[in-house]
């Protein structure tokens, strides 16, 4: 019976995706901690309650390109076996949020910081963010 809810519960977030220019809005607890997800380069969950959608929408956008790009199996290896493509494809996607709401860089910074174990400084974050290129 835990199988048939799975499914069903997959299902109902893909069909939410579908409706919704592939963004799916569902409750935090299903996203383990996320806040956000790009699953695939089709399909977008996010927390509903999230306080800022558009930048964090804007972020999975950027991972949905990088996985077009690499490759969406090459992306999920990347990211999940080396933190230097984890940093990578962060990076990227952070100064994609930055660009969208300037005002949340240090809000960011400290989410690069503390939210990934890149052992990074704020005055090394911040770099980091503001150049074009990634470390």
Same mark, same amino acid.
């Given at each position: $019976? ?13 069909? !939410?995706?579908?409706? &919704?220019?592939? $963004?799916?809005? $569902? ?20 927390? !509903?309650?999230?306080?800022? /959608? !558009? ?13 077009? !790009? ?7 290896? +990347?990211?999940?076996?080396? /933190? ?22 240090? +809000? $960011? ?9 890149? &052992? ?10 503001? /150049?074009?290129?990634?470390?």
């Amino acid at each position: $019976i835990l199988t048939v809810a799975v499914l069903v519960g997959f299902l109902w977030i893909l069909i !939410k995706a579908r409706m &919704n220019d592939g $963004i799916a809005e $569902i409750p935090a607890f299903l996203l383990l901690g996320w806040d956000g997800a790009a699953w695939g380069p089709n399909i977008i969950v996010i927390n !509903k309650d999230y306080w800022n /959608k !558009k930048p964090l929408i804007a972020h999975e956008r950027c991972h949905q390109d990088q996985q077009r !790009k690499d490759g969406w199996l090459t992306f999920y290896f +990347r990211y999940f076996t080396s /933190k230097e493509w984890r940093l990578k494809y962060e990076l990227e996607a952070y100064r994609v949020w930055v660009a969208v709401a300037p005002e949340d860089i240090h +809000r $960011i910074v400290n989410v690069m910081m503390n939210g990934y174990g890149f &052992n990074l400084s704020y005055s090394d974050a911040l770099e980091a963010l503001t /150049k074009e290129e990634a470390v």
